[in-house]
Each structure stands twice: as C-alpha cells, then as structure tokens.
T-cell receptor, first 115, second 112 residues
Framework: GAVVSQHPSWVICKSGTSVKIECRSL??????MFWYRQFPKQSLMLMATSNEGSKATYEQGVEKDKFLINHASLTLSTLTVTSAHPEDSSFYIC???????????FGSGTQLSVL | DAKTTQPPSMDCAEGRAANLPCNHSTISGNEYVYWYRQIHSQGPQYIIHGLKNNETNEMASLIITEDRKSSTLILPHATLRDTAVYYCIVRVLLDSNYQLIWGAGTKLIIKP
C-alpha cells in the first residue's frame, strides 16, 4: 500500500526557535496534503489543506504566519512551526492523497515538545 | 462539526468479533464512510471505506444500513493488537478538496 513518511518522529526545542516537519509520499504523487494536530486523548484537528503548487488553505483559528506550509512538489510537503512556544507542543500528523484516490494515507506523526 | 457519533469506549474478548457502531444520520448521498484506527502516539491507519454497499477486506467488514444513516465495522477475530481508537469518518467535499471530518472515536479494548 501507499506509504507516507513523516520526519522527525519527535523533536524537543527551545521556546522561540522554529521547527520544520517533513512529509513525503514515497510511492505515489500526493496532489493534496493535509496537516493535523492532536492533543492528548483528543481527536485529530485539521490545520490546513495544501495542493501542490498553490498556497495552503488554513482552517479557522490557525495562524498561517505561525504554521508555514510548503507543498512545492508532488512528493513533499513541509510544516514549519515558527517561533515555537510551549502551547505549540502537540502531536502533528500529515496525510496525503493522490488524484482520484479514495484513500487518505497518514504519516506516523511528530511529537513536538517546546521547552 | 463531526458528522458521526460513536460510543466512547467498548470492550471485546480476544478471539471474538468486535462490532463497532457508528451513526451518521446527516450523511449526503455522495459522501463516503471511512474507518481508521489509531494506536497510541502513531498516525491513523486506514481500515476500510464504503458508500452504500457492504465492503470486506483483509482487515475488516463494513456493514452500511440501507438508509445509510448508520454503519458497523466488524473485526472478525479480535486480537490484543487491535486495541486502539477507531474513528468512523465521513468524507465531504469542501472547497474542491475532499476532507475527512473526524469525530471523537471509540476506544476499543481487547481483553485476553
């Protein structure tokens, strides 16, 4: 089956620094990628949707200048958490789907801890 | 807002069939029902999806009622490794993109 690779699996950073998370589709062309965040014991919350080559569409309440999303190719999307603060600590998950594909494939997630 | 409702938790004995219900009474005619599961601190894993016909694959079976207002995921022979949170999700078309609308899920605990 299709594989989505997400890196890093976990990251610890100091407050004020920026963190980049990568999401790659390994064996298919991901025309659309989604970024989610998840707090403990809660469901996934969609942050943004990105189509290859165009600007990401952010959900209400998600700051686009804080969570920078780049989807420059059909196999790679990145999420950069800029000037991270402790309240940004969360589990971030990416997912991807190809054109005409009915399935959405997920990465393994990134646990971000901001000190 | 989530378009599905599920019981918050369920128990099932190992080796038995686990039947997970889901209500989606406001589903539209062209919206698919998807099931994913998530083991702690991992990304969600695809299980199965369907529109109106019952579906079966190597992992599970999906039974959708004729009026499409509810469905049941069946794990035929549950094992301890099936312990996870199971999400019943409706796929909707928003702004030219398909999105999965996530509910709270059912925490399934398989007991030996």
């Amino acid at each position: 089956g299709a594989v989505v690779s997400q890196h890093p699996s976990w990251v610890i950073c100091k407050s004020g620094t920026s963190v980049k998370i990568e999401c790659r589709s390994l064996d298919f062309q991901a025309t659309t990628m989604f970024w989610y965040r998840q707090f403990p014991k809660q469901s996934l919350m969609l942050m943004a949707t990105s189509n290859e080559g165009s600007k990401a569409t952010y959900e209400q309440g998600v700051e686009k200048d804080k969570f920078l999303i780049n989807h420059a190719s059909l196999t790679l999307s990145t999420l950069t958490v800029t000037s991270a603060h402790p309240e940004d600590s969360s589990f971030y998950i990416c997912s991807a789907t190809g054109t005409g594909d009915e399935k959405l494939f997920f990465g393994s997630g990134t646990q971000l801890s901001v000190l | 807002d989530a378009k599905t409702t599920q019981p918050p938790s369920m128990d099932c004995a190992e080796g038995r069939a686990a039947n997970l219900p889901c209500n989606h009474s406001t589903i539209s005619g062209n919206e698919y029902v998807y099931w994913y599961r998530q083991i702690h601190s991992q990304g969600p894993q695809y299980i199965i999806h369907g529109l109106k016909n019952n579906e079966t694959n190597e992992m599970a079976s999906l039974i959708i009622t004729e009026d499409r207002k509810s469905s049941t995921l069946i794990l035929p022979h549950a094992t301890l490794r099936d312990t996870a949170v199971y999400y019943c999700i409706v796929r909707v078309l928003l702004d030219s993109n398909y999105q999965l609308i996530w509910g709270a899920g059912t925490k399934l605990i398989i007991k030996p």
